[in-house]
Structure formats: C-alpha cells, structure tokens
C-alpha cells in the first residue's frame, strides 16, 4: 500500500463507536430511545401481539448485533454450500440493500444490482441458489417457495431483527470490532445488546483471527482466493493463486466499495500487491468508472464487480480478487444439528 486511505463518515463513526468518548456520550440519550423502542418490539413479538409467520420449511437466519458489514453475505454462501453437500436444496431470501424497487423480485443473472442490490445478486451468481429479494422477509420467502418449491431450506440474508419472520436457527456473525463500545446506536455500533450467553438455536460465527466477545463460538478462516479478469470472472471463470500472483510489481489501484475496505487492503498487502487504495462508500453504484482513465491494472471485490459490465473499462485491466472464506467444521455441524434432515416436514419457530 502506497498512500494512506481518505477518511469517509463511516470510518470516522466507526472510530466513535469503538470507544466512551465525548461524541458517544453526547449520544447516549438517543440511544436510550433506540433501546427502549426495540425493547418494546422485542416484546411484542415475545407477548404474541405481533404475528410471527411460520413457513413450512426449515429457516437459517444470518445477521449481526453489531452495525455495518460484519461478514454476512459470505457467511450466507458458506451455509449454501455445506447445505447443499448434506442433500439440502436451499434458497436465499434478503432485503437487497440499495435497490431501486419495492416489493418481491426474483434474482436472475441478468438482473441489474440496482434493482435487486449487489449482495443478493453476488449470492446468485456465485451460488447458484435461487434468491429473491424483499423488504419484507416473510413475502419474500414465500414468493420463494412458490417459483423454487423444491427448495428445502431458506437461508435468510441480515434477517435477525425481522422478527415477523419465524426461524429454525439464526447465526450471529461477529468481525474484529466484537460489541465496540458495547453501547446501542447512535452511541455506539450495537443494533441490540450483547446476550449473556448463546441464545437458544443459536450458533457464532467469528469473521476474525479469534472470538472478539464472549460469546462461544467458531472461528472462519478469512483469506483470497486468487484473482480473475473481470470479463472471467463474469463467465463463471473460477479465481486462480498465479493471477493474483503475476499482479505483483504492478503499480494497481484497489478500489473498494464495502463496509470494512481495510479488510481487503490488508488481504492484497498480504498477498505481497503494491497499490493505492481507492475507498468508495458501501454499496457504491459505480455509475461511473472512480479510477483515473490512466489507470492500467485494478483489483477490485466482487462486491463491486456485480456492478461493472466488462465493456465499460476501455483498455483498464480490471482484476477480481475473490474471497475464500470457510467456517470450521465444528460450526458447520452445530448448525446443521439444529436442523432436520433433507426432505423432512418441518414448520420453523417463533423468533
């Protein structure tokens, strides 16, 4: 890395939210509020006041406490695949953060991200599993099952606090921040606090070198894959250790639109890459093309790959690196505990 990153709001809020320092307790009242309404919520679902809906197959729901990018979409693909390796068919439901749409849509390749979010669709590309995306969960999940109903599974995409919709298991996934402060938003990064102890169905997942709260749980192995050519990578071309290795000496840009981009600065730093990081907001459209047109060689998520069309870089080599991400094998066979064999009637819990 040859020059320090800008600083964005969201590293700048995220520098807030890891300590008790002025600006967190200047917040402190507001998210009093925040807790006392989601309390509230929480309640209501628990009371039996809010309906919470049963779906006639089994539900994994994926999400995090802690605000921003945690880990989930990778953690979500992961479950596909070991679903898929014991018999499962499973399916994918998410909001599809950032979409220009409302109501249900199903996920195709050809799909734009603009309408059906970036994630979503890099999940049905690099799955194969068929995605539907939906603000609100429960349709989403049953437009699912009416266009795939030979799905046996629903894998829910940052669901954990859509409480209408029922599940069979949920996994908390956790990054490098743990709880931060511990405080709830604004004054700190939690969306809830930080349970006692496991909850019932509940399996953790640690997107880091080691737990960062504690809470038992397992720990993912986080590394790339290899790299591709953007026009590759788009046909289904798998990544490759020697492409990211002939990308040595090359003077790149690395250009990120995620939530945690020095997490993929610090992987390519790694793997032994020299470059200028470009730091772009999460979910960044890519309307137009962010780097210098005298830009020769750029390495890019595939985050932000679903959001580029090969024909848009002129005479720019554009590579993607690709995450390998792999859960332990004692975190898969938690999970899969929790749930029913293949082919087993099954109706899902309350939240």
């Not at 890459?273 to 060689?297: C, E, G, N």
Request: hydrophobic share 45%; charged share 15%.
């Amino acid at each position: 890395m040859n020059q320090s990153t800008p600083d964005g709001l969201e590293q700048r809020l995220q520098r807030v939210w890891q300590a008790r320092g002025p600006a967190a307790w200047a917040l402190l009242p507001l998210a009093a509020l925040f807790g006392a309404v989601t309390g509230l919520r929480r309640a209501l679902y628990r009371w039996g006041w809010l309906p919470t809906s049963t779906l006639p197959v089994p539900v994994i729901v994926v999400g995090n406490l802690i605000a921003g990018g945690a880990g989930k979409t990778p953690t979500v693909m992961a479950i596909v695949h070991t679903l898929r390796g014991l018999g499962h068919v499973p399916g994918i439901v998410s909001r599809g953060h950032g979409r220009q749409a409302d109501g249900c849509l199903v996920v195709t390749r050809d799909t734009p991200a603009t309408r059906c979010g970036d994630e979503p669709l890099l999940m049905h590309l690099r799955t194969g599993a068929p995605v539907v995306v939906g603000r609100d969960r429960v349709a989403a999940a049953r437009r699912l099952l009416e266009r795939h109903p030979a799905v046996t599974v629903i894998v829910a995409d940052d669901g954990l606090q859509h409480l209408h919709l029922g599940r069979t298991a949920q996994v908390l996934v956790f990054d490098e921040r743990g709880v931060g402060n511990g405080w709830l938003l604004p004054a700190g990064p939690l969306r809830e606090r930080l349970p006692h102890a496991v909850p019932d169905r509940t399996v953790v997942l640690y997107n880091a070198a080691k737990p960062t709260t504690a809470l038992h749980g397992a720990v993912a192995q986080r590394g790339l894959a290899g790299a591709v050519s953007l026009a590759a990578w788009w046909q289904g071309q798998a990544p490759s250790m020697d492409t990211l290795e002939a990308l040595r000496g090359r003077a790149l840009v690395a250009a990120a639109g995620v939530a945690r981009p020095q997490r993929f600065f610090a992987m390519l730093h790694d793997a032994g890459l020299t470059f200028t990081p470009l730091v772009l907001p999460d979910h960044h459209a890519y309307l137009t093309l962010p780097w210098p047109d005298t830009s020769a060689d750029v390495v890019l998520t595939e985050k932000d790959a679903v959001k580029i069309d090969p024909q848009r870089i002129g005479s720019t080599r554009v590579w993607v690196a690709a995450l390998d991400f792999r859960p332990t094998a004692a975190f898969d066979a938690a999970l899969t505990a929790l749930l029913p064999p293949p082919g087993t009637a099954h109706g899902n819990a309350p939240a």
